[in-house]
């Protein structure tokens, strides 16, 4: 996600006038107190609640003046020479670095494809940075580039230019990697978080929680034994057939860090809407279910790296359910609820049992370092 | 430097049926056999020979397949809805954060923007990635988006999208900040390495060296009196005024790390031509020579962060320097040699004895994590 994006409409609102001059550290409240406690935790990378506060209270102060207006989005969408050109930026520093499934490498491909797809972009051109670790071995290296490039042809994106840094041992973890992405956006295609409207149907594009599990499964000090592999994938491909049924899409989401539960609650308070999920329609592999319920996981707030959440019309649910149902990346793709008037900005579920649950905005991230 | 815009030509050289699969280390031969040694060492993020070979011998053979067709420059230049569109990425990962006449966070708006300048593009949008050390404070954190924010605004630039990633203490650096910036690139400018000719003058904004010198001044356990402070400035006004003097500029390379050595080899090699420097045309800052003498440094090693190299046919060099000199950051431009027929593809500069000396493409850095 495209913390920047998401909140860089709020900057046109500021006075430059009557900003400070600096930012206000003891007028930031927020759930966990930071005031009391200045320093970055690692819940500040998690994408959720913790990571909105830095954007809002640090970053956008700081940037403040002229900036794109473009809102809640995985990318921003700006005019250039006359093209609406998507631009979207991702540091990738997934720990470890191959996991099953893929490694940081496609990781690091995918993850800012699918922001790009996320606005309805054509994915054109990539910019790789990498920032290396002394004493890395050039062979894993190797892997990682190799990986890297294989995902990008997959994806129909050319690698155009990069940069490379070296920081001491004990100042980085092997291989970090920031991915930027330029796409064009179609004439007409108009696609955000803004649009999602009561009445609309949310899909899913298949069962979500893998890529999240997956990585957790090797983590040092944590490996159990389980057949779950990242999902993984550029999502491009399954965009532009959606787009080609003629549905007027509201809008996409690619849910990584903070999962499901993060992207559906940006999405109410990026509309001002409220989401009615059924729980029991989200799709969620058995192993996945398994390996959350044995540690405490929600799957609802597990990374995924393969799959979009799509809002459109009611009437254009069915057609565009049964094109991404016959794509390789939508083949479990599921309705799971509907846009509401009611609620807003939450997101609720209703429970297998008949109840209801509010499902929050994670804090920070159960899973740290996840892509 | 964009690493990899400075090689994908070669990559559309590469038969995709005839390349390996895997990237073969036991076949790399380098000026230090990383094969007997196969692990990243600092010297590969220097922006010299080690630096070059990782992409010649790592990443490209990796990277093969479609790419855009670029050749050695600061930003690649690509064809993106009928626009000539510029498009660069740089991680900044220099240490200390914070040195005399700048930070990290203006570093990482002029680097990129200067690369945007290189290919006489118009900067116009800036996606800003910070890697977060857990425990950095906030306050410093927020510092450096001050200073970012106003190089932005300085530079004319719009910071549009971004993303913050958090790292467990111990695995950064306090701040890392990557930025890939998007500029237009006028009609009928073509400015690159591979146009300079024999004939051409060689000019540079100013006194050189004073970036390098500046960090390593306030470097831990390094620490010297001085009065040097970083050059860090964006190039793209002084560009701008170079460009309406109607002159037809060859190229323009800002010396970053490796500073002028690194840069006038890479065009040297890049247009297959010698250059001749007299070494006393070279303006360097009395201070700056001393902090070099003592420390037994060279200054034409030494990165910049606010200076340019232009090439342009000698018909044109008076005037172009005289626009220079008017612009703030051009005032101490002079006229340092030219590019010859002779000694390609070598930089030979005249001594201040009448002898000369070969300067050599530096192999790593001498100052790591300048940038």
Sequence with gaps: MSDLADAVDAVDAVDAEDAVDAVDLAA???????????????????????????????????????????????????????????????????????????????????????????????????????????????????????????????????????????????????VYINTTGLGLVPDGVDIRPGRARPGDVVLVSGEIGAHGVAVLSCREGLEFGTQVRSDTAPLSGLVAAMLATGADIHTLRDPTRGGLAATLNEIARGAQVGIAVTERAVPVAAPVADACSVLGLDPFAIANEGKLVAIVPAADADRVLEVMRAHPHGRDAAAIGTVTEDNAPMVVARTGLGGSRVIDLPMGSELPRIC
């Design 28 to 174: 930031w409240t927020c759930p966990a107190p930071l005031a009391d406690s200045p320093t970055i935790v690692m819940g500040h990378g998690g994408g959720g609640a913790m990571s909105a506060e830095l954007v809002e209270h640090l970053f956008l102060p700081a940037f403040r003046g002229p900036a794109a207006a473009t809102e809640l989005a995985d990318a921003a969408v700006v005019a250039l020479g006359g093209a609406r050109v998507a631009f979207t930026t991702d540091s990738f520093v997934v720990r470890p670095l191959f996991f099953p499934g893929g490694c940081i490498g496609d990781l690091a491909v995918n993850g800012t494809v699918n922001d790009l797809a996320m606005v309805g972009a054509t994915p054109c051109y990539l910019a790789t940075a990498f920032i290396l670790e002394e004493g890395t071995e050039l062979a894993e290296l190797a892997r990682v580039a190799e990986a890297l490039g294989a995902a990008a042809r997959v994806a129909g994106v050319r690698l155009v230019t990069g940069d490379t840094k070296v920081v001491d041992a004990g100042h980085g973890d092997g």
